[in-house]
C-alpha cells in the first residue's frame, strides 16, 4: 500500500475486501476474464459495495473529490439563471442525474424560487440508496419549504419536458478500455492475480466497437477509453425529452484531442482521499473511477438521437456568461470573511489552470426552449 497515502480504517479495509471477493466471484463466473467496463461498474455500482452503492463519504473535504456544487452556492444559483428562460417557456420540470450531496438541488431550487421561476417539480434521478438519502436530508434541511417538489426516480422517465442536468455524471459512467496493438485493438480485461488484480487483453467482440476502435487508427501501444454507455444515456435522454433542454458538465474534451498521440495512456483516473492515482486496482470499493468525456461522441450521439446541439463551450465561458461574476459582486468585497472563500471558489471554477478550461458544458435541446445565456460566447461546436 502506498505510505504517502492516507491509511483506511479496518472497516473500510474489510469493505475493500469484500468487494475484491465480490469481483473475483464475477470472474469466476465468466471464466477468469471480463472487460475493464464490467469491473469498473462493479466497483462502483454493486449493491451495498460499490463506491457509489456504499457508506463511504465522498463529497467535500473528508471525502475524495469535491465537485463544483460543494465548493460555492454560485455554481448553482448561476445554473439557476441558465436555466430559468427554459422553465418559464416549457412550464416543464427539472431532472437532475446523479443528485451527489444534494447540495446543487438546494441551491438551484432556492435561486429559481428567488427568480420566479420554479419547477412543479425537481426530480432526482439517483440509483445510490446512500446518496439518495443525504440528499433527502440536505433538502429536508436547508430547503424545508420546497422539499416537497422533490421527488426521487428509480430510472428515466418515460417522458419528459423541462431541464435534464448532469454534473460530472458521464465520467463516472462505466467505459471499455481498448489497447491498440500491432495486430489492431483489443479489449482491455482484468484477470485474477494472488489476492488481487491484472491486466489481460482480450477480443473485441462487439462489432461495432471494434469498428469505431478500428477507425481510430491509434498507434501500437496507444491505450485509452471508448464510452458506449454515456452514449447510450444521452440516447435515453433524447428519447424521454418532449421538449426542453439536456445540460451535461464534466471533464473532457472533443475527439482528436482526446485521441491525442501524446495521450497514449488514456484518461482513466482514480480519487482516493484527494489524491489522483493510476491504478484502478488500488482498494476497490473505496476509490472512485472515471474517465474523460469524449465530447465529439455525446454530440453524435445526441444528434443521432434527434436533439439540437445547441452549444459547447467550456465551463468558465458558460458560467461567466450565465452571470456567475455578477452574482458573486452581490456580496460586498468590504465583508472580507464571505466575500474571499467565495471569490477563491469562482477563481477555481474559472481558472485555466483549474476546472475552467478542464470542464466543458454540452447543451442539446428539442422544441423551443427560450433563451440560453451560457453559450452565448465562446462557442466550441466547430470543435467537435
Known amino acids: 500500500m502506498n505510505s504517502m497515502l492516507p491509511v483506511p480504517s479496518p472497516d473500510a479495509l474489510a469493505h475493500s475486501r469484500r468487494v475484491v471477493t465480490h469481483v473475483h466471484a464475477l470472474l469466476d463466473a ?41 465548493m460555492t452556492p454560485l455554481f448553482g444559483r448561476t445554473l439557476a439563471h441558465a436555466i430559468a428562460p427554459v422553465l418559464r417557456e416549457t412550464g416543464g420540470d427539472v431532472l437532475e442525474l446523479g443528485g451527489g450531496s444534494g447540495r ?32 433527502q436530508q440536505t433538502v429536508a434541511t436547508d430547503l424545508p419549504r420546497l422539499a416537497s417538489r422533490v421527488e426521487w426516480l428509480d430510472a428515466v422517465p418515460e417522458r419528459f419536458s423541462g431541464v435534464i442536468l448532469g454534473n460530472e455524471v458521464l465520467d463516472a459512467l462505466p467505459a471499455e478500455l481498448v489497447h491498440w496493438t500491432a495486430d489492431g485493438p483489443r479489449l482491455r480485461g482484468v484477470v485474477r492475480k494472488g489476492d488481487g488484480f491484472a491486466w489481460e487483453d482480450g477480443p473485441i467482440a462487439d ?8 477507425a481510430l487508427a491509434l498507434a501500437p501501444g496507444y491505450v485509452s477509453e471508448i464510452n458506449p454507455a454515456a452514449e447510450a444515456l444521452v440516447a435515453s435522454l433524447a428519447q424521454c425529452l418532449v421538449r426542453g433542454l439536456i445540460l451535461m458538465i464534466d471533464y473532457g474534451f472533443g475527439a482528436r484531442e482526446y485521441y491525442h498521440p501524446q495521450r497514449s495512456m488514456g484518461t482513466l483516473r482514480v480519487h482516493y482521499r484527494h489524491h489522483a492515482l493510476d491504478d484502478p486496482f488500488y482498494l476497490p470499493g473505496l476509490c472512485d473511477l472515471t474517465a474523460h468525456v469524449d465530447f465529439s461522441a455525446i454530440a453524435r450521439a445526441g444528434v443521432a438521437a434527434g436533439l439540437e446541439l445547441a452549444g459547447y463551450t467550456s465551463q468558465a465561458s458558460f458560467l461567466l456568461s450565465g452571470g456567475l461574476a455578477e452574482l458573486l459582486m452581490q456580496t460586498p468585497p468590504e465583508d472580507a470573511a464571505t466575500y474571499l472563500p467565495q471569490a477563491n471558489a469562482v477563481q477555481r471554477l474559472v481558472s485555466p489552470a483549474e476546472m475552467g478550461e478542464l470542464f466543458k458544458v454540452i447543451g442539446f435541446t428539442r422544441g423551443a426552449v427560450g433563451e440560453l445565456a451560457g453559450f452565448a460566447q465562446g462557442d466550441r461546436r466547430h470543435t467537435l
Request: charged letters at 20%.
Open 207 to 214: 462489432d461495432a466497437l471494434r469498428e469505431r476502435a478500428t
Open 30 to 70: 465468466a471464466g477468469g476474464w471480463i472487460p475493464f467496463s464490467r469491473f469498473m461498474q462493479a466497483v462502483l455500482y454493486a449493491p451495498g459495495l460499490g463506491y457509489y452503492a456504499a457508506g463511504a463519504a465522498k463529497f467535500g473535504a473528508a471525502g475524495d473529490f469535491v465537485t463544483a456544487p460543494e
Open 104 to 135: 446543487l438541488a438546494a441551491d438551484l431550487l432556492a435561486e429559481l424560487d428567488t427568480l420566479g421561476a420554479l419547477p412543479p417539480r425537481y426530480r432526482i434521478l439517483e440509483v445510490s440508496a446512500d446518496l439518495r438519502a443525504r440528499q
